[in-house]
């Protein structure tokens, strides 16, 4: 795909993704403070719900169908332990001591996405666990630490797939950061794995997520008959860290910090 495709922002585009962008981060700051054992999935999504709503925004992910796709039901994604991306809250979900779980939110903000994940630890987690989180943290943060104008998008996925094989983890091939706007999902793919100097180039304007999906063994994964929750193939565990990015004239903004 080339750069052609990709949406440049206006500066007014640019000051709502900015809104949108830290009402996703307060979002995801709120809800991390109720992540806890006995807390149920549904609970988080029915809590994300009414602080959108409170806040004058929609959440994106509700009745989302993309072609295809059957309409995800709820407000936010809740992936724990072993689910990669899209996991659907219920309430027979209960967060348990040791768990480790993605929350990942997109507020609709006068007419703007804001798109951010992180996950969570829940009581007391495992060495294991705990470092897989830790290393795709480290992984988003060597993404974005390529973003500038003239580099190449391959760059980002060269750097996130270099540290992660590092410790013997694997990077998601399947599910990719996103070109966001106005549109949820819209050029570029930004591939999480691959080669310094290919891709498109990047240029002052481009709003996208990167969001890499690290996982403990094997990188592929299973989607379940409801047609959104992926899983590890060998039930391995997952971790996944994400923020909005804007390209600025000499490097990067991060719109979804706190």
Same mark, same amino acid.
């Given at each position: 795909m080339s750069s052609e495709h990709i949406?440049?922002?206006s500066s007014s585009e640019i000051d709502k993704m900015r809104r949108a962008g830290k009402l @996703? #981060?307060?979002?995801?700051e709120h809800l991390g403070k109720l992540v806890a054992p006995g807390v149920s999935t549904q609970q988080l999504n029915d809590e994300a719900e009414k602080f959108t709503k409170a806040r004058g925004a929609k959440s994106a992910p509700l009745n989302y169908a993309p072609r295809g796709c059957k309409p995800f039901p709820r407000s936010i994604c809740t992936s724990i332990n072993d689910v990669v991306c899209h996991g659907i809250?219920?309430?027979?979900?209960?967060?348990k001591d040791g768990d480790i779980v993605n929350i990942d939110v997109t507020p609709i903000l006068d007419g703007y996405h804001g798109d951010t994940s992180r996950t969570f630890l829940v009581g007391n987690v495992k060495l294991e666990a705990r470092k897989l989180v830790e290393v795709t943290e480290e992984c988003l943060r060597r993404g974005i630490a390529e973003v500038a104008p003239g580099k190449r998008f391959g760059?980002?996925? #060269? @750097?996130i797939q270099e540290y992660a094989e590092s410790f013997g983890y694997s990077v998601v091939r399947e599910f990719v950061g996103h070109g966001i706007g106005k549109q949820f999902h +819209? @050029?570029?793919q930004v591939f999480h794995y691959g080669v310094r100097g290919k891709g498109p180039r990047m240029q002052a304007g481009m709003a996208f +997520?990167?969001?890499p999906m690290i996982n403990a063994g094997y990188w592929k994964t299973v989607l379940l008959d409801d047609g959104w929750t992926a899983l590890t193939e060998d039930g391995s565990l997952s971790a996944?860290?994400?923020h909005t990015v804007l390209v600025t004239q000499t490097g990067a903004d991060i719109l979804t910090k706190i």
């Amino acid at each position: 795909m080339s750069s052609e495709h990709i949406v440049l922002l206006s500066s007014s585009e640019i000051d709502k993704m900015r809104r949108a962008g830290k009402l @996703a #981060a307060q979002l995801l700051e709120h809800l991390g403070k109720l992540v806890a054992p006995g807390v149920s999935t549904q609970q988080l999504n029915d809590e994300a719900e009414k602080f959108t709503k409170a806040r004058g925004a929609k959440s994106a992910p509700l009745n989302y169908a993309p072609r295809g796709c059957k309409p995800f039901p709820r407000s936010i994604c809740t992936s724990i332990n072993d689910v990669v991306c899209h996991g659907i809250p219920n309430s027979k979900q209960v967060l348990k001591d040791g768990d480790i779980v993605n929350i990942d939110v997109t507020p609709i903000l006068d007419g703007y996405h804001g798109d951010t994940s992180r996950t969570f630890l829940v009581g007391n987690v495992k060495l294991e666990a705990r470092k897989l989180v830790e290393v795709t943290e480290e992984c988003l943060r060597r993404g974005i630490a390529e973003v500038a104008p003239g580099k190449r998008f391959g760059d980002i996925g #060269a @750097a996130i797939q270099e540290y992660a094989e590092s410790f013997g983890y694997s990077v998601v091939r399947e599910f990719v950061g996103h070109g966001i706007g106005k549109q949820f999902h +819209t @050029a570029p793919q930004v591939f999480h794995y691959g080669v310094r100097g290919k891709g498109p180039r990047m240029q002052a304007g481009m709003a996208f +997520t990167i969001e890499p999906m690290i996982n403990a063994g094997y990188w592929k994964t299973v989607l379940l008959d409801d047609g959104w929750t992926a899983l590890t193939e060998d039930g391995s565990l997952s971790a996944q860290f994400e923020h909005t990015v804007l390209v600025t004239q000499t490097g990067a903004d991060i719109l979804t910090k706190i």
